[in-house]
């Protein structure tokens, strides 16, 4: 498929999802002194409806942070590829790229980070549609006032600097900077993970409530499962790079099935003390496979951690496979579902 630009950026399609990766893989080049190549995607496959919340949920390392980097355009795939409303942007120009900024846009973790201290919010917010889009100064003003208004700040916050701000209004700032472009897409990239709960909280509210107001589509990026339930329609998990569980929101964060989203969901504390105990006791559970966390899996990527592996799943790279309405990469995943999978006690490497 080539790439179809308009003059504001790829022109949309009749049908299908606004987001489509196919088999995207993602290899960042090392020197030789610092080891080889690292494999930070493999042939992960996603789609993000219009009007969806796509929740991708992983640990620190596991690719979710550079598949919406993929997705941007800031780090080039090396397999796969990237369609946006139908088009492939996998390798697009700075041109083209600059053009598909008006309809993706992103919100960082740290807000404060890319923006310029010494410029008031109101010039932060209209730098990208001066040189973007070059709109008169009043439609600039009537846009940055509204983006404002959406994310819960006053008309006054235009003349004042970042420092003047929480760390919660800045991330509302960084929501309002990618409104002012009035896109469709925005990749969340650990949006709510530097904020204390409450704020953190008040942020998810305000992006589910852009969600309905806005018609937006959110790729949302977190390594918490709970957050990422509250605001995803779908819910991907990565580990090693991988897909290894996909599908509704409700259905992977309430029973999941794959050995690591179990960890992941162990890991979040609940107030129920019957509940926390359960978690607690599957995160030991998980721990004792660190007995073989020092043999390579030539298999699934997991199986050092994973008290449920066996030796075919140091040797077989699961697939993706149906199960209960999710899919999921395991080999053991008919068992687990069922709740009579027993952890493999065989000693680590041994046949």
């Known amino acids: 498929m080539t790439e179809q630009t308009g003059a504001n950026g790829p022109s949309p399609a009749a049908d299908g999802p606004l987001l489509r990766v196919r088999g995207l893989d993602v290899t960042y080049r090392r020197s030789r002194l610092r080891g080889g190549d690292v494999n930070a ?4 496959d996603l789609m993000v409806g219009r009007g ?7 640990e620190s390392g596991s690719g979710k ?8 355009g800031l780090v080039p795939a090396t397999g796969g590829r990237v369609e946006f409303d139908g088009a492939d942007i996998t390798h697009s120009s700075r041109d083209a790229r600059r053009l598909l900024a008006r309809r993706m846009q992103v919100v960082f973790q740290d807000p404060y980070g890319s ?4 410029h008031t919010v109101g010039d932060t917010l209209a730098e990208a549609l001066r040189h973007n889009l070059g709109l008169p100064a009043a439609e600039i003003r009537e846009r940055v006032l509204r983006a404002l208004d959406d994310v819960g700040l006053p008309p006054g916050a235009a003349h004042r600097y970042p420092a003047a701000f929480s760390g919660g209004q800045r991330q509302r700032i960084a929501i309002a900077r990618a409104l002012v472009m009035e896109p469709d897409f925005i ?15 008040q942020v998810l509210n305000l992006l589910a409530r852009l969600k309905q107001s806005r018609g937006l589509s959110y790729l949302f990026i977190s390594h918490d499962l709970a957050v990422v339930r509250y605001l995803s329609d779908t819910i991907v998990v990565l580990y090693a790079g991988r897909v290894v569980e996909r599908g509704p929101a409700a259905l992977v964060a ?3 099935v794959h050995p690591y989203t179990r960890a992941l969901l162990a890991a979040a504390p609940v107030p129920d003390p019957v509940v926390q105990r359960r978690r607690q006791a599957e995160r030991r559970l998980t721990a004792t496979a660190d007995r073989a966390a020092g043999r390579i899996s030539a298999g699934c990527a997991f199986a050092p951690r994973c008290p449920f592996a066996q030796e075919t799943c140091w040797s077989v790279q699961p697939e993706l496979v149906e199960q209960d309405g ?5 080999h053991r995943h008919e068992e687990i579902a069922a709740g009579t999978a027993l952890p493999d006690r065989t000693p680590a490497g041994a046949a």
């Open 326 to 330: 999710v899919t999921v990469a395991c």
């Open 65 to 72: 942070s550079t598949i919406g980097s993929a997705v941007l």
């Open 52 to 58: 969806e919340t796509v929740g991708l949920v992983g």
């Open 41 to 44: 995607v493999r042939g992960v």
């Open 187 to 201: 990749v969340c990239d650990e949006a709510v993970s530097a904020l204390d709960l409450s704020v953190q909280a």
């Open 115 to 118: 923006m310029n201290p010494a």
């Open 254 to 256: 309430g029973r999941p």
